[in-house]
């Protein structure tokens, strides 16, 4: 099992910066999986933002936030980071990591292939 933590979320203007951060919270370490993550608004499925795989070596982003957001990961600390900068009011979401070990080296961006979850993190932005 592998328990994933989300923080960093929280109110900000359009405009403005947040850092989500997603640490496992286990024994089993997340640095043999491909991280990503993912957000979700009320009636919507759950949309992939950006992945990353195990070694951080190649990343993925939705359209909507390239150039916005970046993901990375730092393995020692058996964490997965997601900066978000110029977000707007459409960023709105509870915004979800998870973590897949079928294909480490691959980042994708179908939910269903991801094999854990964390509990998901609120990000408001206000116009």
């Known amino acids: 099992q592998v328990q994933l933590v989300e923080s960093g979320g929280g109110l900000v203007q359009a405009g403005g910066s947040l850092r989500l951060s997603c640490a496992a919270a286990s024994r089993r370490t997340v640095s043999m999986s491909a991280m990503g993550w993912f957000r979700q608004v009320p009636g919507k499925e759950r949309d992939f933002v950006a992945g990353i795989n195990w070694n951080g070596g190649t990343t993925s982003y939705a359209d909507s936030v390239k150039g916005r957001f970046t993901i990375s990961r730092d393995n020692a600390k058996n964490t997965a980071y997601l900066q978000m900068n110029s977000l707007k009011s459409e960023d709105t979401a509870v915004y979800y990591c998870?973590?897949?070990?079928?294909?480490?080296?691959?980042?994708?961006?179908?939910?269903?292939?991801?094999?854990?979850w964390g509990q998901g993190t609120q990000v408001t932005v206000s116009s």
């Open positions: 998870a973590a897949q070990y079928g294909r480490p080296w691959y980042v994708s961006g179908n939910y269903a292939e991801y094999d854990y």
